[in-house]
């Protein structure tokens, strides 16, 4: 009989594994999974007491009722560094609780990630009484919807701390008695807002690629697959669909849970923020992010960090601000963010900062305490991007909409309107090109690309065209201004390298830099 499968935290199957069955009456049954993950064993349906053991990975022991055609999802949590703090985000001074998995006793210390990682202090170390006693376990079944809900300490002693007085990234650092590291972030924004400018993380974009547990938006989007992953090209839909197939195809999506680790958004030991950027997700994520964060400070800008979501529940007060910054990939919104956002902009006199690509791409829901989001796909033919389909094209706000044309490619910018003010003092003459020069190493240098926006049909009707990419089949990114009738103006760059860019590209530097004085007046 088919009892279930095996897999890990990435839903991939796990042959090899040890299981024991223990009924409540007669002997203990034993069985090991197959290459397809897959557990045969002489049972008689009802309730178990499973024992699940392989080498590499956390022993677990977990009661299932086994019942015929309804195969049980075991799974298993490989043997290394993990953590990630709840809530991800906070204002200064709120209770901070964070989640470490590991299997070796960890030191655990808080950092600040400026120009300059900054040692905050030092947390403590971590381990219990009892073999491997800070191993966490995943859920069996399909937990990415629900989360891992992780322990936070044992008994009253809590893993939690007071989030700093400061505003900005923080990061903890996980380090085992082996060496091993594991960073992982926390966005604090400001118990009270104190800068002019506020900078927004995009965390919900570090939650739709996060693909911890198997599912990301871009992994099984929809749901889950029936059987755990023995090859990714034959198993997964994302392979075998063309051309957006499984967001056209599926009518509802399954959500996203944020109680998850997000091992996208490690960070080094040994990286600092003028380095170049590895890593394929890194590129895209709150490593590039930190960028700006660096570029800001080293700029003497100061700035109030924020998450997406404090935008959605309005604890980000747009009128207590001149600027706000929207960075990188924030391709992710409620339609809650977006009428804030627009309504300061174009009624309010609000000036924004757009100094990314893919950006507001496709709508989110969240659950009503801001712990799941759902991400509406749908795409459907005559619409600009997902978020037109559910509530207007993005193009109306930024003045630019992204485009397949130039996607996973990068290059330089090249000038259109040198006697614009934003090109004050960089000497650049109509044809020079800048941005030639960037941290991101995913496709090589270039501050037009990754993923690219350009002026559409939706765009505000004053929408100037400053600088364009060059990059193939005319994919290059728009950098736009406008002014809004409520005194409020829109600065575009378009384009996901753009920040990575800021920090070792003078003119680029220069023209954010014109634009955020211009702003801040």
């Known amino acids: 009989m088919l009892i279930g499968y095996v897999s890990d935290e990435y839903y991939a199957a796990l042959p090899g594994v040890e299981l024991e069955f223990q009924g409540a009456t007669g002997d203990p049954v034993l069985a090991r999974s197959s290459a397809s993950g897959a557990v045969h064993a002489p049972l008689a349906p009802g309730s178990y007491e499973v024992c699940l053991a392989r080498r590499g990975f956390g022993s677990k022991r977990v009661r299932v009722e086994v019942q015929t055609g309804k195969p049980v999802q075991f799974r298993l949590l490989a043997d290394r560094l993990l953590g990630y703090a709840w809530p991800k985000w906070c204002r200064a001074g709120e209770r901070v609780e964070f989640r470490l998995h590991a299997v070796e006793p960890v030191k655990v210390g808080l950092w600040r990630y400026g120009i ?46 007071d989030a700093p007085e400061r505003s900005g990234l923080y990061y903890f650092h996980m380090r085992g008695e082996s060496g091993a590291f594991y960073s992982f972030p926390v966005v604090v924004a400001p118990a009270k807002p104190r800068a002019s400018i506020a900078v927004l993380a995009s965390t ?26 023995v090859n990714s090209k034959s198993d997964l839909p994302r392979y075998r669909l063309s051309d957006y197939g499984e967001w056209k ?51 003497g800008h100061a700035y109030d960090l924020y998450a997406d979501y404090h935008l959605h529940d309005g604890t980000l007060d747009l009128d207590r601000h001149r600027v706000l ?51 509406v796909n749908p795409w459907p033919a005559g619409c600009e991007s997902r978020f037109h389909a559910q509530v207007e094209s993005e193009a109306n706000l930024l003045g630019v909409v992204y485009t397949d044309p130039g996607a996973m490619t990068v290059a330089p910018y090249e000038v259109v309107e040198p006697d614009h003010w934003i090109f004050a003092g960089t000497w650049l003459k109509k044809g020079d090109l800048f941005g030639t020069r960037t941290l991101h190493e995913r496709y090589g240098h270039g501050a037009s690309g990754h993923e690219t926006d350009k002026i559409s049909a939706s765009s505000p009707k004053n929408v100037q065209l400053l600088a364009r990419g060059l990059n193939p089949d005319e994919g290059g990114a728009h950098m736009v201004y406008f002014d809004t009738p409520g005194g409020g ?9 753009y920040p990575a860019a800021l920090l070792c590209d003078e003119p680029t530097s220069l023209i954010t830099r014109n634009v955020l004085d211009r702003f801040l007046r």
């Open 116 to 161: 300059r990682k900054e040692f905050i202090r030092n947390v403590g170390w971590y381990d219990n009484h009892g073999p491997r006693a800070i191993m966490q376990t995943v859920p069996d079944g399909h937990f990415v919807e629900t989360g891992v809900s992780w322990d936070a300490g044992f008994g009253q002693h809590k893993h939690a701390i």
């Open 204 to 229: 919900n974009t570090w939650n739709a690629y996060n693909a911890f547990g198997g599912r990301s938006n871009y992994i099984m989007a929809a749901r889950m697959i029936d059987r755990p992953i």
């Open 249 to 299: 195809s599926a009518p509802v999506f399954a959500p996203l849970s944020f109680d998850r680790p997000e091992p996208y958004n490690h960070v080094p030991a040994d990286v600092e923020c003028t380095d170049p950027i590895e890593g394929r997700q890194a590129c895209h994520l709150a490593p590039t992010e930190w960028r700006l964060f660096g570029w800001l400070e080293q700029k």
């Open 325 to 375: 910054i929207v960075s990188t990939h924030p391709e992710y919104w409620s339609e809650a963010m977006y009428r804030r956002l627009k309504a300061w902009v174009f009624e309010r006199g609000g000036r924004l900062m757009y100094l990314g690509g893919n950006g507001l791409n496709c709508k989110v829901d969240y659950s009503d305490d801001g712990t799941r989001m759902i991400c």
């Open 489 to 497: 103006a829109v600065f575009s760059a378009g384009s996901i390298t």
